[in-house]
């Protein structure tokens, strides 16, 4: 079995299947860590695999991302070298990486900014470095493969802090209550919502490429 982290409901349905074990984290990163866990006893590896924030300018919305290492409490901790050789074969466009993991979203252009000249990496999620403390504790091999969801120079309305539920599904009620209160960040909501789209269409099809174990170990 491969576990898999993701973020959403629609990424982890997107990626789950018979030999693939996913768990959506829905931005706890407690409760995240607590179910790898408890999985990862029966994993032969770990991938985290959905969509991303970038921090690098220019990367567009759509594009994958392949880590060559995620930066973990300020360590960069390396992926295993032939899972991430055989994600960037089955994904060719894709472009390789650090990539930094946070426990909160990165809402602001200027933070994406700043964290890409800091730290160097290229896009940040909310799960890949818990993901990747379970790989380590357990030692098992770790992959990253994010799909850039929202461009580093745009800033995320604030509706979509409050838009995903803690079991990874979409809070609907609370985005309405955010627009309510501040109906001006509607045009910027409509872009995010546009964008994720793209994302989430850019991972189906880079699924299906990357097949059943998204690549994983006993896979030539």
Excluded: C
Excluded at 103 to 109: K, W
Excluded at 184 to 199: K, M, S, V
Excluded at 204 to 210: I, S, T
């Amino acid at each position: 079995m491969i576990l898999a982290a993701t973020g959403l409901q629609r990424e982890r349905r997107i990626v789950a299947g018979p030999d693939i074990e996913a768990i959506a984290g829905g931005g706890d990163p407690v409760r995240l860590e607590a179910m790898l866990d408890r999985f990862a006893g029966n994993a032969s590896g770990i991938i985290s695999i959905g969509i991303a924030g970038a921090l690098a300018p220019g990367l567009p919305v759509g594009q994958w991302v392949v880590a060559d290492a995620v930066l973990v409490d300020g360590e960069p901790l390396p992926t295993d070298a032939m899972w991430t050789s055989r994600l960037a074969a089955r994904l060719p466009d894709a472009v390789r990486g650090l990539l930094l993991g946070a426990n909160a979203m990165v809402m602001e252009a200027t933070q994406k900014a700043a964290l890409h000249s800091t730290t160097g990496a290229i896009a940040v999620d909310m799960e890949s470095h818990i993901a990747a403390r379970v790989a380590r504790r357990h030692h098992l091999p770790f992959a990253v493969a994010r799909v850039v969801s929202d461009a580093a120079h745009h800033s995320l309305p604030p509706a979509a802090r409050v838009g995903m539920k803690s079991d990874g599904g979409m809070d609907l009620p609370a985005v309405l209550r955010s627009l309510l209160a501040n109906p001006g960040q509607l045009p910027a909501l409509i872009r995010t919502g546009l964008e994720a789209e793209r994302g989430f269409r850019s991972l189906l099809r880079g699924h299906r490429r990357l097949g059943s174990r998204l690549g994983g170990p006993d896979l030539a």
